[in-house]
């Protein structure tokens, strides 16, 4: 995803002399090249989170395009208070994009992991909160997100994840993609671990069962009305989600179900309120705490037969 939202950065700015770079210490290599062709629109504000927020929201007031980048908790807690008062309070098109969501930074423990970023940035008013499942949808995201009116957040993995879309689609900012079609039960996930639902939903179509999968690529705004239809179609519903279960994907469906009397049973599969604790890859993070085939696939067969 990383590769990807830069590659489509670089296109982008070649088109539009408004689009400007900044960066906190990170992405040295990464940027090498918009660095190179865009010396005058990057900017490394060193380790300084909060001032780079400040200065993106100043850049936007000038009526540039600013894009601020950093790893997630450095960038979402930290400067939280800034992007709460100058972009948000001020309604600014600040594009923030925050790069190892969930536990792709699995080896660096707890203070590199971000597991409350949705959370917390889908409080704010005038946020939208966009979380893409590939490289693909990474692109399309960061090009949605130039001419968006109003605060972005996009999410990012980190980078080599699987391809899900092998084409471009029409990419709308609040409208989710149905990859498979199911009504026995359908997986609502975001993010890298759509990879994870759609192996679930393949792997139980060989007993029988028809899972079906929905790709939640925005959780604000999100599509209430997927989610209400999903709900008349099916009895199960589960999200999934590399976040913690309590404000992210899964309360975010949880909230529409709620307040639309939706009957179906909902179940959330995430981080279960805890911190990620221990030295191992993503995959081992994702699998210890339940995010995996086989612990999902264990869940829908209990629930289907009861």
Known sequence: MRDAFNTELNRLASEDENILLLTAD????VFDEFRRNYPDRFYNVGVAETNMIGMATGLALSKKKPFVYTIIPFLTMRAF???????CIMNQPVKIVGVGGGVAYGTLGPTH???????????????TVVTPCDP??????????????????????KNGEPIIHKNEYEFVIGKSVELLSGNDAVII?????????LDTA????????????????????????AI?????????????EEHNIIGGLGSAVAEV?????CNALHKRIGIRDNFCYGVGSQDFHLEKNGISVSNITQIIKKELNK
């Open 189 to 197: 996930s975001c993010g890298f671990v759509t990879n994870v639902a």
């Open 202 to 225: 393949r792997s139980l179509s060989d007993d029988g069962i028809n899972i079906g999968v929905l790709n939640m690529h925005t959780l604000k705004p999100i599509d209430t009305s």
């Open 257 to 261: 179900l709620s307040e639309n009397g």
């Open 26 to 29: 990170i992405g040295f290599q």
């Open 113 to 127: 992991h971000s597991l409350v970023d949705l959370a917390i940035l889908r409080t704010l008013p005038n946020m």
């Open 136 to 157: 693909i949808e990474t692109m399309l995201a960061t090009r949605a997100s130039i001419d968006h009116n109003g605060p972005i957040y996009i999410r990012l993995g």
């Open 81 to 87: 208070e800034q992007i709460r008062t100058d972009v």
């Open 228 to 240: 209400i239809d999903i709900a008349d179609k099916t009895n199960l519903i589960l999200t999934v």
